[in-house]
Antibody
Framework: EVQLVESGGGLVTPGGSLRLSCAAS????????MNWVRQAPGKGLEWVSS????????HYADSLKGRFTISRDNAKNSLHLHLTSVRAEDTAVYYC????????????WGQGSLVTVSS | EIVLTQSPGTLSLSLGERATLPCRAS???????LAWYQQKPGQAPRLLIY???NRATGIPDRFSGSGSGTDFTLTISRLEPEDFAVYYC?????????FGQGTKVEIK
């Protein structure tokens, strides 16, 4: 089955760190750009970060100010997002999303992983 | 950064009615790289339309996309019960790949 499954979410205190993971299956993971998109409770979608097929090209939303790091392991079909210096406004569901560039945008989404930043 | 504006924020419509959802970009989108997503409560978004008018795999033909340049529209020809949801437009031709703020289609 073609799917993306996120893990690693949970409660984290302000200023803390957390690592989200996404396990891909059913497709050639190394053939796709991958993204993280987040959605704060009751709010809209916000693109967070993307990483190219081989990890060469990485982009982040300006609002993150260098606090997040995206990475991937094509041998293990996995995507990661390391969150540091988290703030209350980072509370959101984080989605792992497949991207086929200009050919086909965000066509496969995981179920999401909730990150709650609170003391 | 390209800003996408979706207005109104909520559309109240009846079953069987036609829904017209606009999306306006702050600058011309290259090659109409505009997509539409549907999101139901508690679920991840689902790709409906890409390239402004191409339906994604498995999307019913009551969903159609149109427009070019800065003005785009998602049309649902006749609303079915499962169509009441939030719809987002997204431009994916330039980074960051921004989303509109969404339009909720609710039952009148």
């Amino acid at each position: 089955e073609v799917q993306l499954v996120e893990s690693g979410g949970g409660l984290v205190t302000p200023g803390g760190s957390l690592r989200l993971s996404c396990a891909a299956s059913g497709f050639t993971f190394s053939g796709y750009t991958m993204n993280w998109v987040r959605q704060a409770p009751g709010k809209g979608l916000e693109w967070v970060s993307s990483i190219s097929r081989d990890g060469t090209y990485i982009h982040y939303a300006d609002s993150l100010k260098g606090r997040f790091t995206i990475s991937r392991d094509n041998a293990k079909n996995s995507l990661h997002l390391h969150l540091t210096s988290v703030r209350a406004e980072d509370t959101a569901v984080y989605y792992c999303v497949r991207d086929h560039g200009l050919l086909l945008p965000f066509d496969l989404w995981g179920q999401g992983s909730l990150v709650t930043v609170s003391s | 950064e390209i800003v996408l504006t979706q207005s109104p924020g909520t559309l109240s419509l009846s079953l069987g009615e036609r829904a017209t959802l606009p999306c306006r970009a702050s600058q011309t989108l290259s090659s109409n790289y505009l997509a539409w997503y549907q999101q139901k409560p508690g679920q991840a978004p689902r790709l409906l339309i890409y390239g402004a008018f191409n339906r994604a795999t498995g999307i019913p033909d009551r969903f159609s996309g149109s427009g070019s340049g800065t003005d785009f529209t998602l049309t649902i020809s006749r609303l079915e019960p499962e169509d009441f949801a939030v719809y987002y437009c997204q431009q994916y031709g330039s980074s960051p790949k921004t989303f509109g703020q969404g339009t909720k289609v609710e039952i009148k």
